[in-house]
Antibody, heavy 113, light 108 residues
Framework: QVQLVQSGAEVKKPGASVKVSCKAS????????MHWVRQAPGQGLEWMGI????????SYAQKFQGRVTMTRDTSTSTVYMELSSLRSEDTAVYYC??????WGQGTLVTVSS | DIQMTQSPSSLSASVGDRVTITCQAS??????LNWYQQKPGKAPKLLIY???NLETGVPSRFSGSGSGTDFTFTISSLQPEDIATYYC??????????FGQGTKLEIK
């Protein structure tokens, strides 16, 4: 079955970077776009950006332009999301989501001094 | 960017009630709309795609309708396991998707 498995929780200091991975299985990795969405504690869903695993092209929400980088490794069917210059407001659960589903289990990123 | 206005933000209803949530887009998105269900501590689950198509395995008490700028999500007979937060999401403005603010559904 289609499955997305994300890397484990992270604790980072303000100003640092975090890189979250999302390993896909059960389908042709290059056939579906992958999204990254985050959810701050008690808040709604916020779309961060999208990557085309086939060619690696990306598009990011304006809010994250310059701070986020999405990449992929076709040899391992894994996509990555790196967020830099972290601040406390970036504390959230980060999800990868294949276009039109399913979603990964989420990765909690905590930014704290 | 397209803005999605979802209402109400919270809703309390009794088991067996018909429940309706609306979502309005700031511009025409045709039928490029998803509805998701999110239970506490879990990832969102796709229920409805293309505004009105039921995802495989989703109970038929869930339905969606609308096109253009106005959309409706309905639970025909609320069940206890439907307690969750529901989100609409547009995917017309590729590749920039946006979500509604969410509707938290509780049992009365």
């Amino acid at each position: 079955q289609v499955q997305l498995v994300q890397s484990g929780a992270e604790v980072k200091k303000p100003g640092a970077s975090v890189k979250v991975s999302c390993k896909a299985s059960g389908y042709t990795f290059t056939s579906y776009y992958m999204h990254w969405v985050r959810q701050a504690p008690g808040q709604g869903l916020e779309w961060m950006g999208i990557i085309n695993p086939s060619g690696g092209s990306t598009s990011y929400a304006q809010k994250f332009q310059g701070r986020v980088t999405m990449t992929r490794d076709t040899s391992t069917s894994t996509v990555y999301m790196e967020l830099s210059s972290l601040r406390s407001e970036d504390t959230a659960v980060y999800y990868c989501a294949r276009d039109q589903g399913p979603w990964g289990q989420g990765t909690l990123v905590t930014v704290s001094s | 960017d397209i803005q999605m206005t979802q209402s109400p933000s919270s809703l309390s209803a009794s088991v067996g009630d018909r429940v309706t949530i609306t979502c309005q887009a700031s511009q025409d998105i045709s039928n490029y709309l998803n509805w998701y269900q999110q239970k506490p501590g879990k990832a969102p689950k796709l229920l409805i795609y293309d505004a009105s198509n039921l995802e495989t395995g989703v109970p038929s008490r869930f339905s969606g309708s609308g096109s253009g700028t106005d959309f409706t999500f309905t639970i025909s007979s609320l069940q206890p396991e439907d307690i969750a937060t529901y989100y609409c999401q547009q995917y017309d403005n590729l590749p920039r998707y946006t979500f509604g603010q969410g509707t938290k559904l509780e049992i009365k």
